[in-house]
């Protein structure tokens, strides 16, 4: 069954500290992963994709096949990252599945 | 273009009661969807419509129905509210069911069942 785990329902770091936020994912099959991110008082938004091997607003994400993980990282936190992020996978009959959600908190 | 737009923002049902979430979308897009959102159940799929005409149940239909006669709309039906149901409905659509299509959500509907 497809399942996507993030560990952390909270993360708080300091500004300009390292960020990773975790996922973990279960396919059996060759999977599709995601990041959106929701700010305070706005809507879901994609933030990246796996297939596009891109940095968007600093952050980065590698599929590691091996350990199942698709972790979010950032190497100098901003106060504007704060908000919360949802790992997905997209499964058979393009069903998306999302985690639980990890909500950052950048300290300044 | 609007994008994704959700309605009502806010509503409040007894237990018993029928409504109607709205969605549309103006961006012609094939594929929609609806989710509830719950602390510490992060997003799960209601239903979904592939195209007008076309819908299939998600991870948690049971207490919903849906229907899609266009491609722009497609709403989520209470037929009697429980308080289970309270959450946060968002709607969300994306160009085609393959590739790495991006899902645009709405702003969210917030649901409150006494």
């Known amino acids: 069954a497809q399942r996507v785990t993030q560990p952390e329902k909270l993360l708080s770091v300091f500004k300009g500290a390292p960020v990773e936020l975790k996922c973990n994912y279960s396919?059996?099959?060759?999977?599709?992963l995601f990041w959106y991110v929701q700010y305070s008082r706005q809507r879901l938004q994609l933030l990246l994709r796996?297939?596009s091997r891109e940095s968007i607003k600093g952050f980065t994400a590698d599929l590691n096949k091996g350990e199942t993980s698709f972790h979010l990282k950032k190497p100098f936190a901003q106060e504007e990252d704060s908000a919360m992020y949802y790992c997905?996978?997209?499964?058979?009959?393009?069903?998306?599945?999302f985690g639980t959600g990890t909500s950052l908190t950048v300290i300044p | 273009n609007a994008g994704v737009t959700q309605t009502p923002k806010f509503q409040v049902l007894k237990t018993g009661q029928s409504m109607t979430l709205q969605c549309a979308q103006d961006m012609n897009h094939e594929y929609m969807s609806w989710y509830r959102q719950d602390p510490g159940m992060g997003l799960r799929l209601i239903h979904y419509?592939?195209?007008?005409?076309?819908?299939d149940q998600g991870e948690v239909p049971n207490g919903y129905n849906v229907s899609r006669s266009t491609t722009e709309d497609f709403p989520l039906r209470l037929l009697s509210a429980a308080p289970s149901q309270t959450s946060v409905y968002f709607c969300?659509?994306?160009?085609?069911?393959?590739?790495?299509?991006?899902?645009?959500f709405g702003p969210g509907t917030r649901l409150t069942v006494l």
């Open positions: 419509s592939v195209g007008a005409g076309i819908t």
């Open positions: 997905a996978l997209r499964g058979p009959g393009n069903q998306f599945y």
């Open positions: 969300a659509s994306s160009s085609s069911p393959g590739g790495y299509n991006e899902q645009f």
């Open positions: 796996h297939i």
């Open positions: 396919y059996s099959g060759s999977p599709e």
